[in-house]
């Protein structure tokens, strides 16, 4: 494959024989309806070792920058072998080309792997599967591979290269940010720990139970590991395990004091009961995050929610239904099986008032506790009708408390 001699993209030298020769993708702000406000990075690593070897590929779109970082190291013809950690398209849409023009001695994946491959390209390429803990031989080191069923799908893998301990771990431990900087520790902690919880929410959090196991596990796989390196966002090199901490709390979403209180408003009167609500769960003592759906994408709402105690909802009546950008956010943080939640509906209507009772049903299908009977307002709410909003808010929070407490 030629590589692209007038684009300028270099290879970043991460460890003695590990080169970073990813692709930079500043613009994405929709990531199969996540919004990625900051973009994103899909990482490709190149292994100077017996065969060298690639790990990963990068987006279709992407794979002359790919090619160009990996030729200002070596001969692109020289890599024999390709690990596909995952089979999804921001990881193997290059793949397909690059392994036409380099055409590899070997290309590696997952048992799952290796059929998703062959399926999802309707490809004859014969694909290398390995099994969890197997170990292929790379000369004077190893990549050791550890299966990771659903993170994020069926096929996903980790692999570990032993002499340098790098865990080259794809979707996990990532995040989408795009930066001119390589590394966790080079980027504001903010923007870290915002972007890294924003991602386990809209991607890992309906895999929570398979994330705990993990990491359960990782400490008796004996791996010495010194450099986590996703394929999305900066890599950990000082203190890596820190990320693993964050997850194992994530994934437990034990009960907290904060509520999410999402809303949609046709002539404001849902918005008055939803400040209300929020104004009763203050007094109770939580900690209210209001966020109005005119202006809350879904994905942040599923962000806030990874570490909350309580979601409620409220809705006007529309048509016999919610309101539109409501049934977006339900269905999505349905798909996304949040835990250990607790919650309420309320809104307001003009003559029927379906919406709270289809607010309440799905709350209930998430296995959200009911902790408050609903509210339903006709028209304009009055004093007495926000009294109860504040009450309801009260009795969520009260509930919190009891639950944080145990
Ligand atoms: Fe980054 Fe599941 O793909």
């Known amino acids: ?13 991460i460890t003695d024989r590990v080169y970073w020769v990813g692709a930079i993708d500043w613009g994405l702000r929709d990531f199969h309806g996540y919004l990625t406000k900051r973009g994103t990075t899909y990482n490709a690593f190149l292994v100077l070792a017996e065969p060298i070897t690639l790990v990963d590929t990068v987006k279709a779109a992407h794979v002359d920058e790919m090619m160009a ?15 596909s950690n995952h089979a999804e398209m921001d990881h193997t849409g290059a793949l397909p080309q690059v392994v036409a023009r380099l055409r590899p001695e070997m290309v590696v994946a997952s048992t799952m792997g290796a059929k998703a491959l062959q399926q999802h390209f ?7 599967a390995v099994k969890d803990g197997e170990r292929l031989s790379l000369g004077d080191t190893g990549l050791r591979f550890v299966e990771t069923r659903m993170l994020h799908w069926p096929d ?31 980027i504001e902690p903010g923007v870290i720990r915002e972007e890294a919880a924003t991602y386990y929410a809209n991607i890992l959090m309906p895999f929570s139970g398979l994330v705990t196991k993990l990491v359960e596990r990782l400490p008796g796989l004996g791996l010495d590991v010194r450099l986590i390196a996703p394929d999305h966002g900066p890599l950990w090199r000082h203190e890596p395990l820190q990320v693993v901490q964050w997850y194992a709390q994530w994934a437990a979403q034990p009960f907290t004091r904060k509520a999410v209180v999402a809303y949609d408003t046709m002539w404001q009167s849902t918005e008055k009961m939803a400040r209300a609500v929020a104004d009763g769960l203050q007094g109770g003592g ?4 209001v966020m109005p759906l005119a202006g809350s994408h879904r994905s942040n709402v599923a962000a806030e929610l990874l570490e909350a105690g309580a979601l409620l909802v409220g ?20 798909g996304l099986k949040p835990r250990n939640l607790i919650g309420a509906a309320f809104g307001s209507y003009g003559w029927g008032g379906e919406a709270v009772r289809h607010l309440q049903q799905i709350l209930e299908e998430m296995k959200v506790e009911i902790a408050a009977e609903a509210v339903r307002v ?25 639950l944080a407490a145990r």
């Not at 309707?122 to 290398?128: D, E």
């Not at 980790?158 to 520790?185: I, K, P, W, Y």
Request: glycine letters at 6%; hydrophobic letters at 45%; proline letters at 5%.
């Open 1 to 13: 494959m030629e590589a692209e001699p007038k684009a300028g993209f270099r290879a970043l030298k």
């Open 69 to 83: 970082r990996i030729a200002s190291v070596i001969d692109p013809s020289q890599i024999k072998c390709i690990v």
């Open 122 to 128: 309707h490809w004859h390429q014969p694909v290398r």
């Open 156 to 186: 996903s893998m980790f692999a570990f290269l032993e002499d340098e301990g790098v865990l080259f771990s794809n979707d996990a431990f990532g995040m989408h940010l795009a930066s001119s900087e390589r590394f966790v520790d080079e």
């Open 286 to 289: 939580a900690r209210a995050v």
């Open 315 to 334: 809705s006007p009546t529309m048509n016999g239904e919610v309101y539109p950008r409501m049934a977006d956010l339900l269905t999505y943080l349905r």
């Open 378 to 402: 006709q028209y304009v709410p009055d004093d007495e009708a926000l009294a109860r909003c504040r009450e309801l808010g009260g009795r969520v929070a009260a509930r919190l408390q009891e």
